[in-house]
């Protein structure tokens, strides 16, 4: 401290010609990292959106199949026993197909088919099979990226079978 207050300082912040070398050899390397690590944080995107879709596609024929189950169900307005299988079985593949809409037609196949159950304790019963199925490898939501196509299932199915017992249908006729 001098007598007239305090002693200013004045710091010189001048580069020295090898610190200001060193920043300009430092030019592009953030795009070099970006390059580097850009396809990194791609993949990572593309599958994430990738086998969400995959997910909701397999969501959705799992739906569907329920609720062609659940038509079989309370499907009413037939007047016998063979109508009422036949019509039961045709609302249950209608309402599934309805409900898969969003998928590409050429991929899907639906079926559904009644027969007689076969199961321990089911005598009587008439069994209501409905099959959905989507051919991912065929018909893919996303284009596959290369060495991607590994980890995608062939197909996305679902499958629901529901007993329809002809004392309840004959009852509600």
């Given amino acids: ?8 300082r004045t710091h010189r912040t001048a580069l020295s010609p090898v610190r ?22 791609f993949v990572v995107l593309y599958a994430i959106v990738a086998y969400g879709l995959i997910f909701a596609a397999s969501q959705t024929l799992s739906l569907a199949a329920q609720e062609g189950g659940r038509a079989a169900l309370r499907f009413e307005g037939e007047t016998s026993l063979a109508q009422a299988y036949s019509l039961r079985t045709t ?24 027969a007689a159950c076969t199961s321990s304790g089911s005598t009587g019963m008439q069994c209501v099979t409905v099959q959905m199925s989507y051919n991912y ?23 629901v ?10 009852a509600n006729m």
């Fill in 91 to 114: 609302a249950a593949c209608s309402t599934a197909q309805s409900l898969v809409s969003w998928l590409p037609a050429a991929g899907m196949t639906a079926s559904c088919s009644n």
């Fill in 161 to 170: 079978v529901v007993q329809l017992d002809p004392a309840s249908i004959l």
């Fill in 20 to 41: 200001a070398r060193g920043w300009s050899n430092q030019r592009g390397v953030a795009a070099i990292e970006f390059a580097l690590v850009f396809p990194l944080f």
């Fill in 137 to 159: 490898i065929g018909f893919p939501l996303v284009p596959n990226l290369p060495l991607m196509g590994f980890a995608t299932p062939a197909t996305l199915g679902a499958q």
């Fill in 1 to 8: 401290m001098s007598a007239n207050g305090p002693v200013q």
